[in-house]
RNA sequence: GGCCCCGUCGUCCAGCGGUCCAGGACGCCGGCCUUUCAAGCCGGAAACGCCGGUUCGAACCCGGUCGGGGCUGCCA
């Protein structure tokens, strides 16, 4: 039987990276066996889900290069559905299970069900005691399944290994909402019957509602899939992963500067090793080794250290082509416009060397404005702590003659015109090159000086130069 | 409260009864390199939660305990 997965996003908010671990394990999963990866917009949250949302989930996989296969063959969909438009088939089977005995209608309210359960607790009986009542007692509501009392719920799960519920502890649950929507029990077995889904690797948060999958799938005449329930994500307080951790949603990281393949790599390495001594490896080395067999049963925390290395790495590893490629845009959004040919070329020279330094590719655009601004703007700071010093004016003054008495004016030409001055004060690279620095770019932090001088140009250079003078 | 899951450096993983006085990576600390910042290189601190048991031998098996987490909804 070949590997049919899916992963099921609820469209109620930006899709989290939670989310997006577990759609990775299955896509993994799915690639490694050849299989069948599906992706089903659970959406049975009329009230709360939004087009945008499901837009987003679309977007961040396409961004991964998570790719859900689509078309149709004898198992059903492949490709991404909407489970708001199988509605009508779930009222049908919710429907034929209590025709069958096997769910009955219930239009008590919460609060009277929540007595009757505590009277049951009380007694110290089953919770569902006085909740059941047979089909004909009530005829509109809320359908809940009739969880079977004759035997416990045993299953095999890949990462939790063998499981027992009994069946007392699973209580009857709604599977059709008195709207007539279906509930996520309900919608997600049927379709995981419908469509054949072999393995469901999931978050841990539904191992308490295993049984009751399993026992609707036997209800519907299905075989249960095989299970795999993933170590839940952590913010670094140990906490469950949520927005009080700063950003959670997918679309942050992906305005962020992340690259996707150092998300990738950074979400597989969550709960799932490929090996002792690697932590960067490509995805086409994941698929090969992926099984779910091997994740880990501990829930891991999100480390937005060790991500911001391994964006670090691969911004690294980019060849300078596609380093530029992928900046492009992002310069674009900082700066309002594409940059022009001219402004190509003037960034050009430097952007390897701004490439090795970069962690996020939102912190580039930073790191050449004092090339494409008319104007430097200087940094507080930097201007503080190097300009207003004894012997800067001398600096800058024996910088600009030499610099100014230079025909070619290319990286070597100018460190050896600002070697010179240095020797002529008499003073050290650290002392003499960093008010310079200042100077032409604004700031004590910026990409190789001489450099950076040669791609500014030396009428510009000179400028700078006269600029942070006169305000000496 | 009930049911369930988990427990190796701060963090992510490796370890699947002896080769572990526990290995790698991030982070941290120190050094080297150096025109800043990075990168790179070298070195360092840092963990088997605890208690019993099984065994010639336990991080690995069992029990308990403590700690963390999930579920307990007409959310998923």
Do not use: C
């Not at 908010?13 to 299955?26: D, E, I, M, P």
């Not at 104007?375 to 190097?386: G, I, K, L, N, P």
């Amino acid at each position: 039987m070949s590997v049919r997965v899916r992963i099921a996003p609820s469209p109620t908010g930006y899709v989290h990276v939670g989310n997006v671990r577990a759609a990775l394990f299955n896509w993994l999963f799915a690639r490694h066996h050849g299989g069948v990866f599906i992706l089903r917009i659970d959406d049975t949250d009329v009230e709360r889900s939004e087009k945008v949302y499901e837009d987003d989930i679309k977007e961040g996989f396409r961004w991964l290069g998570l790719d859900w296969d689509e078309g149709v063959d004898a198992g059903g969909p492949h490709g991404s559905y909407r489970q708001s438009d199988r509605f009508v088939h779930y009222r049908e089977v919710a429907h034929d299970l209590v025709v069958r005995g096997l769910a009955y209608y219930d239009d008590r309210n919460p609060e009277e069900l929540e007595a009757l359960r505590n009277r049951a607790t009380a007694e110290k009986l089953h919770p569902n005691t006085y909740i059941r009542r047979p089909a004909e007692v009530a005829s509109s509501g809320a359908i809940r399944f009739s969880v079977p009392q004759d035997q416990a719920v045993t299953f095999h799960d890949l990462v939790r290994d063998d499981m027992t519920f009994e069946p007392e502890t699973v209580d009857d649950f709604v599977i059709l909402r008195s709207d007539g929507a279906p509930t996520y029990h309900l919608a997600s077995t049927v379709d995981d019957v419908d469509y054949g889904i072999t393995h469901v690797a999931r978050g841990e948060d539904l191992l308490s509602s295993t049984p009751k999958h399993i026992l609707l799938t036997r209800a519907l005449g299905g075989t249960p899939p095989t299970y795999a329930h993933l170590p839940l994500l952590f913010g670094p307080d140990g906490k469950k992963l949520s927005k009080r951790h700063g950003d959670t949603s997918l679309k942050a990281y992906r305005e962020g500067g992340y690259l996707p393949e150092a998300m990738l790599n950074f979400l597989s390495t969550l709960g799932w090793s490929i090996g002792s001594d690697r932590t960067i490896f490509s995805v086409e080395e994941a698929i090969a080794a992926f099984d779910l067999a091997d994740v880990s049963k501990g829930s891991a925390v999100f480390d937005l250290d060790k991500l911001a290395w391994i964006n670090g790495e691969y911004i690294r590893a980019l060849p300078v082509d596609r380093f530029r490629e992928a900046v492009a845009p992002v310069i674009a959004a900082a700066r309002g416009s594409d940059l022009d040919g001219e402004q190509w070329s003037i960034v050009e020279p430097v952007l390897p060397l701004v490439q090795e330094r970069t962690r996020f590719l939102t912190e580039v655009p930073g790191q050449l404005d004092f090339l494409l601004d008319e104007e430097v703007t200087y940094d507080e700071d930097s201007w503080a702590r190097v300009m207003e010093k004894e012997g800067v004016v001398d600096i800058l003054d024996h910088a600009r003659a030499n610099l100014g008495a230079l025909d070619r004016f290319d990286p070597e030409a100018i460190e050896r015109a600002l070697r010179a001055m240095l020797e002529a004060l008499e003073i050290g690279a650290k002392k003499g090159l960093q008010p310079v620095r200042v100077a032409v770019t604004g700031s004590a932090i910026s990409p190789p000086l001489f450099e950076s001088v040669a791609a500014l140009g030396k009428e510009r250079s000179l400028a700078r130069l006269d600029a942070a003078r006169s305000k000496l």
